[in-house]
Structures are given as structure tokens and as C-alpha cells.
């Protein structure tokens, strides 16, 4: 009996080890020729780093040049009805609104 609770030990130790290999940031790149929002968050022009983790609630905004943290926006994944064939940041009226990931059938909705 106690050497099959050490290996059921052993490997509840690795599962939990490996539990923050499967979770992972999606990670896009923006550059703002203009003005952009994004919430609530004004970006100047400039190169910017938007992260979203799987089944995250917040989008993570980081100024590229700074590497500092400007924003951290409320967002909520969607189903689109195909796959979208590149990454693209969806910009409606100077507003961040949408990020499509490639290859993914979700997509993040922000605001």
C-alpha cells in the first residue's frame, strides 16, 4: 500500500509540474500609425505588444520601445465561424475591438 501512494505521489507531483506547460499567452503585435484606443487606454503611434492568456479575461498592453505595461483591458472570447487565415487586430473608429488569432476559431472581443 505505500508504495502505490508513493507513485500516486510521484505523479501528482509531475502532473502539477506540467500543469503551466498547457496554459500559454497569445501574443500579437500592433503598431499604431494614428491614435488608437483600446478600452479606456489612448495609444500614441508606436509598436505595441498585445497578450491575452487562454480563457483570460484581460487584454495585457505593453509598449514595445519601454517594454512597460500601459494597459490591462477587459476582454471576452468569442467563436467565429472560421478560422481566420493571419492574426489581425480589428480596429473600428480609432477602437481596438477585436483580435482574431490565425489558425483559432476563437477570437477575443475587447470592452
Known amino acids: 500500500m505505500r508504495i502505490r501512494a508513493g507513485y500516486l505521489g510521484t505523479a ?10 498547457w496554459a ?3 501574443t500579437v503585435q500592433f503598431t499604431a500609425v494614428s ?3 483600446i478600452g479606456t487606454t489612448e495609444l500614441k503611434p508606436g509598436n505595441y505588444r498585445f ?3 487562454v480563457n483570460g479575461e484581460k487584454v495585457k498592453v505593453v509598449d514595445q520601445d519601454s517594454g512597460k505595461t500601459v ?6 472570447w468569442v467563436t467565429l465561424d472560421k478560422k481566420p487565415y493571419s492574426t ?3 480596429v473600428t ?19
Open 88 to 90: 489581425e487586430v480589428v
Open 71 to 76: 494597459a490591462e483591458v477587459p476582454c471576452h
Open 12 to 21: 501528482f507531483a509531475l502532473f502539477m509540474f506540467a500543469v503551466p506547460v
Open 93 to 111: 473608429k480609432g477602437q481596438v475591438t477585436e483580435i482574431d488569432f490565425h489558425g483559432q476559431i476563437r477570437a477575443v472581443r475587447v470592452g
Open 51 to 53: 497578450e491575452v492568456a
Open 35 to 37: 491614435s488608437t484606443e
Open 24 to 26: 500559454h499567452t497569445d
